[in-house]
C-alpha cells in the first residue's frame, strides 16, 4: 500500500556517517487485530464517494479499500464503513506523522498559491528543452547499450553523463533565485532541503513536483532499473527534488553521509566555481555504515555544469569546500517502498553493500580453508 502520509512521513535527512545519528526510532501503532481486508477486491462493488469529507486520508482511497472489507461490512452504512477502513490505515501511519504531513500540505499551497513562478515554462517537462540531445535518444533506445553509450561508470556503482542543456540551467538557476526573492522580500519562513545544509531550496515546495515526478518516472527510474536493480532502482515511486547552493557566503561543504534515498540523482547547474568536488567511499548498509574505506571505494568526482552523476543513495559520500565562486546543484533522491518494505525482512547480507560483501568473501575463504585442513588430516590419518 503505498499511501501518501507513508511516502511523506520520512524526515528529510541525510545521515551523517560519523557521530551516533544512527539511532532508529520505534513507534508503537494500535493494533485492531479483528479488522481485515480482504486480499481480492469484489470487483462489481459499487463504493460510496468520500470526497465531501475532511479526512487524513485521501477520499480516493476509502473508495479504493471499500471494495477489500468483508462481506458482512460491504453494505453497512457509510460512516461505519469509513471508521472500519480509518482504523486500519492508522496502523500505518501515527497521529504525529498525519499531523506533520497535514501541516507540510498547508505550507506548500500557502507558497504555491502566492509566489509567481519565473519562467512557467520549467513546471511542466519538455525534454527536447531540458535534455542534451545524446541523453534523449540513449532514454528513447532504453537498453543498457544506449545507457552506457551516453555513460561513464569511473568507479562501481558511480555513472556520469551529460544530461541538461545550459539554457534550461540558466532558466532554473533564475528561478530559484526568483524564489528566494520572494521568500527574503515577503520574509516567508521556509524549510530547507535537509538537515545538513542551511542554504538551497525545496523545489516540491514552490510547484516543480509534477515536473520531478515525471523526470523521475520517465528518465531516471529506466536508468535505475538496469543499473540499480539491487535497490529497488525499478520500483522508484517517490522522490525529494531540491538545490543546493555552495560557495564562500553559503554552504560551504558538506559532511561525509549517506542519503535518504535508494538513487540520487546529482546535476550540477553551474555557475563560476572551484572546488567542491564530491568524495565517494563505497556503499553501506545501516549496519556498517561507519566501516573502513578499502582502497578501491575512493573516488573524488569533479562538477562540470549540465553533467549528471547517478548513485546509489547509501553510496557514503560528501563535498569538498567550494573554495571560490557559488556553486548550484539540482539533487533528486528517488525512493521506493516496494525496496523499503522489503529491506525489513532482510536480516544479515546485503548484496549490495561492500562490507556485507567483503564479511562473506572472508566466511566462505575460512571455510574453504577448514575444509582443506579437515582433509589433510584425514590424509595424515588414512593408512598407507
Ligand atoms: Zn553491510
Redesign the pocket.
Known amino acids: 500500500m503505498s499511501l501518501e502520509v507513508s511516502l511523506e512521513r520520512r524526515k528529510q535527512s541525510q545521515t551523517p556517517v560519523t557521530g551516533n545519528g544512527n539511532g532508529v526510532v520505534s513507534s508503537s501503532a494500535p493494533s485492531f487485530s479483528t479488522h481485515r481486508l480482504r486480499l481480492q477486491p469484489k470487483e462489481d462493488h459499487k463504493s460510496e464517494s468520500y470526497e465531501d469529507l475532511q479526512l487524513e486520508f485521501s477520499p480516493l482511497l476509502f473508495s479504493m479499500l471499500e471494495r477489500h472489507l468483508p462481506p458482512s461490512m460491504l453494505n453497512v452504512a457509510r460512516d461505519l464503513k469509513l471508521q472500519y477502513m480509518r482504523d486500519i490505515l492508522l496502523r500505518y501511519a501515527p497521529e504525529g506523522e498525519r499531523n506533520r504531513v497535514q501541516r507540510h500540505r498547508e505550507y506548500r499551497q500557502k507558497i504555491i498559491s502566492n509566489y509567481q513562478p519565473l519562467h512557467r515554462e520549467l513546471y511542466s517537462l519538455h525534454a527536447a528543452n531540458f535534455f542534451v540531445p545524446s541523453f534523449l535518444k540513449a532514454i528513447n533506445e532504453n537498453s543498457e547499450e544506449s545507457f552506457r553509450r551516453i555513460m561513464s561508470e569511473p568507479s562501481p556503482g558511480i555513472y556520469k553523463f551529460e544530461m541538461l542543456q545550459p539554457q534550461f540551467c540558466e532558466k532554473l538557476l533564475s528561478e530559484v533565485e526568483s524564489f528566494e526573492r520572494w521568500v527574503h522580500e515577503t520574509k516567508f519562513r521556509i524549510m530547507r532541503p535537509n538537515t545538513m545544509n542551511k542554504y538551497g531550496a525545496v523545489l516540491d515546495d514552490f510547484g516543480l513536483e509534477t515536473m520531478l515526478d515525471k523526470l523521475m518516472d520517465d528518465f531516471i527510474r529506466p536508468i535505475s532499473r538496469v543499473f540499480f536493480s539491487e535497490v529497488g532502482g525499478g520500483t522508484l515511486d517517490s522522490h525529494h527534488g531540491f538545490v543546493v547552493e555552495y560557495g564562500i557566503d553559503r554552504d560551504v561543504e558538506l559532511g561525509f553521509h549517506v542519503d535518504d534515498s535508494e538513487v540520487t540523482l546529482n546535476v550540477c547547474l553551474g555557475k563560476q566555481f572551484s572546488g567542491g568536488e564530491l568524495f565517494f567511499r563505497g556503499i ?6 561507519n ?1 573502513e574505506t578499502q582502497s578501491e571505494e575512493i573516488f573524488d568526482y569533479f562538477h562540470v555544469p549540465g553533467h549528471a552523476v547517478l548513485h546509489c543513495g547509501r553510496h557514503r559520500h560528501g563535498a569538498r569546500a567550494t573554495t571560490s565562486g557559488r556553486r548550484v546543484n539540482l539533487l533528486l533522491w528517488c525512493r521506493s517502498s516496494v525496496f523499503r518494505e522489503l529491506k525489513k525482512y532482510q536480516k544479515d ?2 548484496s549490495w ?5 567483503r ?1 562473506k568473501r572472508e566466511r566462505q575463504l575460512i571455510s574453504i580453508d577448514a575444509t582443506k585442513q579437515e582433509l589433510l588430516k584425514r590424509e595424515v590419518k588414512s593408512p598407507p
Open positions: 553501506r548498509c545501516d549496519k556498517h555504515v566501516t547480507f546485503s553493500c561492500g562490507e556485507c560483501q564479511e
